[in-house]
Structures are given as structure tokens and as C-alpha cells.
């Protein structure tokens, strides 16, 4: 751990893990699922995307084409599952 705060290393450590589960179970099967950590940050986390809260729901406008779209749209089809 680099810093000397504790929020921070847990912060960074927590951070960690939700990209490691990302990678192990969402991303299997795509050309992500051997990337490092800094590559899924890149071409999967860092997408230009528009937020649109609404009453009842909110609405994420992606671009129409970037280089990782397919496995984007792998990744947020967990979503689906947790609609209600």
C-alpha cells in the first residue's frame, strides 16, 4: 500500500476486488478476461457515457460504436438480473 491513509488503501483495495470479480466472472470468455487491471480501466471502465436520472429509473446513453462495446454490453447485462 503506497499511502499512508487507511480510507485510501481501502478505497484502492476494495477497488481492486470489484475489478478482479469484473474480470473473473462478467468479462470469461471475452478478450478481457486475461487483461491486466490498467487495460479493463482503459477500454471498459473509461466509456464516454451520458446519465439521465428519471423518477422511476435512470438512463445510460452510450456511444454508438467504441472498441470494446461487446463486452461492455456483457458486463451490463448483469443489470438485468437485478431489475425489480
Known sequence: M?????KAN?????AYVLIH????ELLEGTEFCKAT???IQLKLIKVA???KFMKTKVIISLPTA???KTAFEKALGMFEVLRI
Open 2 to 6: 503506497s499511502c499512508s491513509s487507511f
Open 10 to 14: 481501502f478505497l484502492h483495495s476494495a
Open 21 to 24: 470479480t469484473l474480470q473473473n
Open 37 to 39: 487491471m490498467k487495460t
Open 49 to 51: 457515457a451520458s446519465v
Open 66 to 68: 467504441f472498441y470494446s
